[in-house]
Structure formats: C-alpha cells, structure tokens
C-alpha cells in the first residue's frame, strides 16, 4: 500500500502556471485520490496528457524534469 499523498496534493506543489494548469485538468474521478510517491508519478496519473490544449509532449516534459531526465520545464504556453 503506498503511503504518499494525494494526486491533487502533490499537484499543488508545482510551479505557478503548471500548478493551475494541472488543477484545472485532473480527473475527477476515485483515481485522483489515490496515492501517489513523488510528483512525477502525480503528474503521470492525474489526466490524460493527450487530451490538453498542451498536449503529451509538454507534460512528458514536466514529468520528465521532476524524475530528472531534462534539466528544464518546458515553457508555459
């Protein structure tokens, strides 16, 4: 069973402009409660990246700076 925080709790964590972004987003559904380890893995579970005026390769870039795979997050739009 995993003891992190909730989806919505880590994505508050992020930056201005993502954090909104983010929130505005997530699903509403029981899968928004469940707990998640680290903020890449919030941001991999919270919506589906695919379906965002930004779209996948913007939050594949924000998940891949929080696991430390790009030194930068991508620029807001």
Known sequence: ???GKKISDWLRELPDGYREKALTYK???YTISLLEDSISDAIAGAFAWRSTDEGYLFWKSVHDFYTGEIPSLPPLR
């Open 1 to 3: 069973m995993k003891t």
């Open 27 to 29: 699903r509403q559904d």
